[in-house]
């Protein structure tokens, strides 16, 4: 999940640092700048990390494959929609995160309570892009058959049977645990590479964002796999595990009865399904979505500093 602060240089001038101190504004250059970074970062994340997802999303709904049971490919299957999705997402993510940090410092400072509020206000505005993802991706993991895994099918069920609100199964969910999660994150984010001013641009960003990304997945994953099972409750490849199991239909009914389902089924270790898979994708995904944001945002920076220079 992405973005950051900048920070001040605290070497000697030749060595090129980003500034933990945000400018007093953000204009139309600098946002369509950072549009371009979060949505290469996401997407360069999303490919790399992506089969890892849909091993935990499967072991998260109970749907999975034995390894290499199941050609490459259909470890990507929901990679389209994601790509097409994630870029405005973050996008908007990104820049509302750093748009709130900008407009909070002179209320909040540069601090800890700055980051957690610019998350929270960032995650309200992502999760209205991110959540029909998330319902269209994880069906598509998780199906089975090849009319199945096609985009068009899985948008005409969701239509048909659900209406708009399919679409957005899971939002409060979604809202509810992200809102502490990205406190956690960007808390995590912003204090480690705070207190680490010595160190590299690249150090930082992997540390932080490494930490960040262990403290929070072992957080959220809980309420992610409850918000998953009850995204892909209404699904075709869901009601072939349930006729199996014979309590998987019952999700439907609401995310308190797939609480009461998971503990049924395998008591409180099974709200950690997925977890293994999980960790090493997030880990992973965040530096490297981290880094090219930061660098991207750097040079950006540096870019800007050079031309007004040559305008004096």
């Not at 097409?84 to 002179?106: D, F, G, K, S």
């Not at 700055?114 to 994880?138: C, H, Q, R, W």
């Amino acid at each position: 999940m992405d973005a950051s602060k900048e920070f001040r240089p605290r070497r000697p001038k030749q060595t090129r640092r980003i500034s933990f101190q945000n400018p007093q504004g953000m204009d139309v250059t600098s946002l369509f700048t950072n549009i371009g970074a979060s949505a290469t970062g996401s997407i360069l994340s999303k490919v790399s990390c992506y089969p890892l997802d849909t091993i935990a999303v499967q072991y998260q709904t109970s749907t999975r494959r034995p390894l290499l049971s199941i050609p490459l490919k259909a470890y990507y299957r929901g990679i389209g929609v994601t790509i097409l999705t994630v870029t405005p997402a973050t996008a908007l993510y990104l820049t509302t995160r750093e748009a709130a940090q900008i407009a909070l410092l002179p209320h909040l400072g540069d601090g800890a309570l700055n980051d957690a509020t610019s998350g929270v206000l960032a995650e309200l505005a992502g999760s209205v892009l991110f959540t029909p993802m998330e319902v269209l991706k994880a069906r598509l993991q998780i199906s089975r058959s090849g009319q199945e895994g096609k985009l068009l099918y899985q948008l005409r069920e969701i239509a048909q049977k659900e209406g708009f609100r399919g679409f957005y199964r899971g939002y409060v969910m979604g809202i509810a645990s992200y809102i502490p999660f990205n406190i956690l994150w960007w808390t995590t984010y912003g204090n480690i590479r705070r207190s680490m001013p010595e160190r590299s641009l690249e150090v930082q960003i992997a540390f932080a964002s490494g930490a960040a990304a262990m403290c929070s997945a072992a957080f959220i994953h809980p309420l992610e796999l409850v918000k998953t099972r009850y995204q892909v409750a209404t699904s075709e490849s869901v009601a072939a595990v349930g006729a199996v199991t014979g309590s998987r239909s019952s999700d439907q009914e609401g995310l308190r009865q797939v609480v009461r389902n998971v503990m049924k089924e395998n008591g409180p270790k099974g709200f950690y399904a997925g977890f293994l898979p999980t960790l090493m994708r997030s880990v992973p995904s965040s530096i490297i979505m981290m880094s090219v944001f930061e660098h991207l945002k750097a040079e950006r920076k540096e870019s800007a500093a050079q031309f007004h220079a040559s305008e004096v």
